[in-house]
């Protein structure tokens, strides 16, 4: 997540995808990174299948509203939900 606010998308993205071939879990927080980030790098099928994945795996998950209670800046939260929003993601 760190490298998504610092505008390394690609960075992002290799970070979460070496996460998961790890063995790590696939949280609703990591999908609304990848969302996120493929939706800035322009990778709009990507980005709008990832957004369908996360909403039939998570349908009540609201990541606007708890980004907005966990991040200290405000447009940090506003940043991730704004390319998730792009993305085709609706809360």
Known sequence: SARFHQ????GSIA???ESVERG???SPFMLSY???ANHR????????AL?????????????????????????????LVEAMRGAGWSG
């Open 7 to 10: 505008g390394d998308d690609i």
């Open 15 to 17: 970070a979460m995808e």
């Open 24 to 26: 790590g879990p696939i």
């Open 34 to 36: 990848l969302i996120a």
């Open 41 to 48: 790098l322009g990778r709009n099928e990507e980005a709008l």
């Open 51 to 79: 957004a369908r994945r996360y909403k039939e795996s998570w349908p009540d998950h609201r990541m606007d509203l708890l980004v907005g209670h966990l991040f200290a800046d405000p447009a940090h939260a506003a940043e």
